[in-house]
């Protein structure tokens, strides 16, 4: 059978996400191991009358295939934001709309990977980004994650070593699985690093409008000068994940020929949701909306902080962020999470987290675990970390 596949269909690639599914918990399971926003803050009145109201204004006209210019006043909405909540000055021609940031890691993977390019990632990583890139086969390098982002001195020894490495994807803003943020000099010095070296950086930045305590930094692509910076954002987190809808800003040289990668892939994002996107913007402070969320998200993070705080064993490291949706647990090495997991976590406790494995380019670590803190509340969040300490204790003495 495998002879029916082309050789670019990696076969490890589609585990990556089946991977972090784990068991099932039964009815008064906790799950630790979703990356879902809180779907009780979803916005469904607003959006029920945007939906309605874009389909009185066009009408039939609106399920037709649409000209991706008809979007344009999404396009400059989206240029608006970027302005207003990143720092980065751009216009509407440097964006491309997508089917959530998903499908821009896709495009960007498909336009700038041949098999065997080599491309730096952060140790650990967004999986869904591995997922996308293993298609096109690429070489990776890893670069280990400090409290404060990616290892710049390590970066800077595999850029010597590996003249040839194409780019560098970083989740700068409450990184998925870690939860830890870039600073802001690591910020300036990767784009000084990415012109000195010759490489592009692919920054993706769901989370970044859900910072619940510190300040708000710049985005990596506010110091770009020269076009070195793709910058990949998304409305699956500050709104709702089942638009799918996501967007590039890249120079326009790349835009263009992202666009053209996505007419052959899909035509086009449905119309329909774009211009119910784009009413609900006109009718609606997206701020606002952002901004009545980050109390909830916000107690989340601080009572999953407490509890680890009260019930982890001293040898245990967490991350503390700032924002987004996780924290990430550093077990002692002789732990292996997964096993955790599956002999003891869902079984016994009913309760799930993502096993650090799969985060790994090379998956060759296996005592992390990624957390999340959105999706629980605070009673949950009491019960399952409790017994997730009582369950690692056991293992470490074990
Ligand atoms: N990048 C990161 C870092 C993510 O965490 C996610 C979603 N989990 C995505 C991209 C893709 O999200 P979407 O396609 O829903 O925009």
Sequence with gaps: MNDVFADRVVTGSEDRLAEMFGGSLGENGIKFSAGNPNSELFPIAQMKQAFNKAIDKSGSQIFEYQTVSGFEKLRERLAQWAGQTADINITADNILVTQGGQQALDLIGKLMLNAGDEIVVEAPTYVGALSAFDQYDPCYYDVEMDDDGINLE??????????????????????????????????????????????????DTPYRDLRYKGIKLPAIKSFDRHGRVLYVSSFSKILMPGLRVGWVAADKILIERLRKLKTSSD??????????????????????????????YRSRLEAMLAVLDKTMPTDVRYTRPEGGFFIW????????????LSEICIPKDRISFVPGKVFYAQRNRKNGMRLNFSGVDEEQIKVGITKLAKSIRSAITA
């Design 329 to 340: 647990l550093t077990l002692p090495e002789v732990i292996d999470a997964q096993k955790l």
């Design 154 to 203: 390590q970066l800077e020894l595999v850029l010597q070593a590996h003249p040839n490495i194409k780019l560098l994807y970083t989740v700068p803003d409450f990184h998925n699985p870690t939860g830890v943020t870039l600073s802001f000099r690591k910020r300036e010095k990767l784009v000084e690093l990415a012109e000195r070296y010759d490489f592009f950086i692919l920054e």
């Design 267 to 296: 035509l086009e994002t449905p119309g329909i949701v774009l211009a119910a996107l784009d009413q609900y913007m006109e009718n609606n402070d997206l701020s606002k909306h952002i901004a009545e969320m980050l109390p909830t």
